[in-house]
């Protein structure tokens, strides 16, 4: 078995964290488009992603895994990274 240390912990676990949060919010947004998730719960979501869109991990680990998601959820999610980014008027890319 491999040996992890220092920031390849850190790395593992921001990565099992953000696998855990996109995964949900993927299930969370299908359910939303199918009509089974109240339109406040919906905007909670969308405003927590929306609020982590502009930090790097967030981005970094997107750019790394989009594919392995659903495309409309992935159409979604970029969309709102595009919208963050047009108005805080940076582009991370």
């Known amino acids: 078995m491999a ?4 920031n390849e ?3 593992l676990r921001q990565d099992m964290f953000y696998q855990s949060f996109f995964r949900l919010y993927e299930i969370v947004v299908t359910l939303y488009n ?3 998730v109240d339109s406040g719960i919906y905007e909670s979501y969308v405003a ?3 609020m ?7 981005e970094e680990y997107w750019r790394r895994n989009r ?3 659903q495309k409309e959820f992935s159409d979604f999610v970029d969309r709102q990274l595009d919208d963050v980014k047009q108005k805080s008027g ?4």
């Open 3 to 6: 040996d992890i240390r220092g």
């Open 9 to 11: 912990i850190g790395k």
């Open 34 to 36: 199918q009509g089974f």
């Open 48 to 50: 927590t992603i929306r």
């Open 52 to 58: 982590f869109c502009g930090t790097e991990p967030f």
């Open 67 to 69: 594919q392995t998601f």
């Open 90 to 93: 940076t582009d991370n890319d």
